[in-house]
């Protein structure tokens, strides 16, 4: 009973979805009533790693090819099954969670690959993403978010617009001595693919420490948008959003791949909600920011310079050694944090759930020693402007403007789905699940399930011709950690400052695992424990 932050995924006849810790999977008989179960798979993991993930036990769902199922253990294994049986094929392990690595995320196969990160930001270690073969788990390619470029596959065909990011190892030296050994940079998020550009876009996360006085420099490539080559995993461009993160903006968010056309022109772009606050448009082919526009209230930078890509600092909100910096908008937790948005062909918009929380931060010096927390800053996290916690909008992001906005009490952590019917789905954290009109906002329907709502909605077509939406309730991430992991709430600092901003959510919601799914008229057409 803790965090639901994956979405099914349904394959012919059959529903697979994964749990958080201990992360079993189960396959589900669409065909029959129940719905019945087909296989489980239950692995085998060492409870010791339970603390050392930072912001709950939660894991962000399967991926399929080939007839197999695959899936991220939180122990840092990947793990291939025979999706008719749940028979394990192979298990290769990625990291070595006594050093603080875990994984959360949910893997992304591009033809005969499996691409997978690795978490744990607030342990310092080095971070990475790789490819392994996916008939046989042997690893293909490793990239590093820093440290030399040989290391980072930064090779040959690399480029960039930016001055900034143009030079020769970079990885080390914009950082002070050697701290990009245990700098951080995780790839935990969500990975998107073009294949007639045969290019993955991911994302990497804050540097270590927090303090961002022990780590002088603009520190890449921590908080950097990547495009990579699936099949050499060496780097095409990459464009750091919050060089020297001085905040724990981790910027690890999805990139959304569309063409959009403006002035009549059309590019191939990505749209990434990043946690700072800004929401940019970027050209996918070479990594040039077009727009970068506030998504949510920033006070942290004024606008972000097109010219160099660097953003434009509110010096005043820089966080420091030994000094108290207050209500530093976004928080910690960002604009938005993982929780995938979505787009819609028909209405050119963004459906974004959003985070409207500041903070308070204090740097203070820490000690890298392995598999100890390496964070080095106090934090304290509070609703922002007009109290409510979260927002879901509408964006344009050809205006960089917000069409319609949805307040809700809590911050909007799950994601977003959107359906050629002009309706967009999305859960709350107090578990409401709601349809809303996409081009005005205007609520049409809305469900209360059991436990909060922090998982990504999803559609498919039943064999009976019935479009149904699945989605998981079961309250917990950084936001939902004071009810999923049962803290005390007298300390605001604590869980990383969340508490500060979600010490009541117990009187909304409390724990939960379930599985919804409704038949597009909104009914409930069955419901499984979890």
Known sequence: LRGHEGAPLVVGDTMYLVTPFPNIVYALDLTKPGPALKWKYEPKQDSNVIPIACCDVVNRGVAYADGKIFFNQLDTHTVALDASTGKELWKVKQGDFK????????????????????????????????????NTGKQIWRAYSTGPDAEVLIGKDFSSPYKSHQGKDLGVTTWKGEEWKHGGGTTWGWYSYDPELNLFYHSTGNPGAWNPDQRPGENKWSMTLFARNPDTGEAKWAYQMTPHDAWDYDGVNESILVDLTADGKTQKVLVHFDRNGFAYTVDRTNGKVLMAKPFAHVNWAEDINLETGLPIENTAKRTKQGANTPDICPGAMGGKDQQPASYSPRTKLFYVPTNNICMDYEGMEVNYMAGVPYVGAIVKMAPGPGGNRGEFIAWDATTGTKKWGIKEKWAAWSGALSTAGDVVFYGTMDGWFKAVDARSGKELWKFKVGSGIIAAPMTYLGRDGKQYVAVMSGVGGWSGLVVAGDLATDDPTAALGAVGAFADLGKDTTKGGMLYVFAFDGAPRRTASK
């Open 99 to 134: 050093q603080g690595q875990t994984i959360t995320m949910a893997p992304l196969v591009i033809r005969d690959k499996i691409i997978t990160g690795i978490s744990g930001g607030e342990f310092g270690v080095r971070r990475f993403v790789t490819a392994n073969d996916i």
